[in-house]
């Protein structure tokens, strides 16, 4: 839930999904904190991880269940706008600097599928984003 609630707000999320056995890539920690020095701006680039293993509401973080390397995705106001399979740090870091907005207000969230789902799911009891899921899982 805090996850979805992470994505459907606006600015760039750089996701990364691992697997509970193998934990998070420790080698991509400099890189991050790097660039965090440099874009101070929580709202327009934020840093997330998940297991893979314990996250059923995206279908794109569940289907790398069990894989031994590290899944980076790159949300951009809700939308899934790349993809990086290991710890390619001149790959992730080239990908940060192209998707990461100069200033989050920018971004439209009525265009965010995670926010759109989040508001039409405000009175939802089993909490469930099935237009976000499908959405996020599609798009790229």
């Not at 020095?37 to 297991?51: Q, Y």
Request: with cysteine; net charge neutral.
């Amino acid at each position: 839930e805090d996850l979805v609630s992470r994505l459907s707000t606006k600015g760039l999320k750089v996701l990364e999904v691992y697997s509970e056995w193998c934990g998070m890539c420790k080698s991509v920690l400099p890189l991050f904190k790097k660039i965090r020095l440099e874009k101070d701006d929580e709202s327009a680039l934020m840093f997330l991880a998940v297991s893979a293993d314990k996250c059923g509401t995206i279908d794109t973080v569940t289907e790398h269940e069990g894989k031994s390397e590290p899944l980076f995705l790159f949300y951009r106001n809700g939308q899934l706008k790349s993809k990086v399979a290991g710890a390619n740090v001149p790959m992730l870091s080239a990908s940060i600097y192209e998707f990461t907005p100069a200033n989050a207000d920018i971004d439209d969230l009525e265009e965010n599928p995670f926010y759109v789902a989040k508001r039409g799911d405000a009175g939802s009891k089993d909490g469930k984003h099935a237009d976000a899921k499908h959405k996020a899982g599609k798009k790229k």
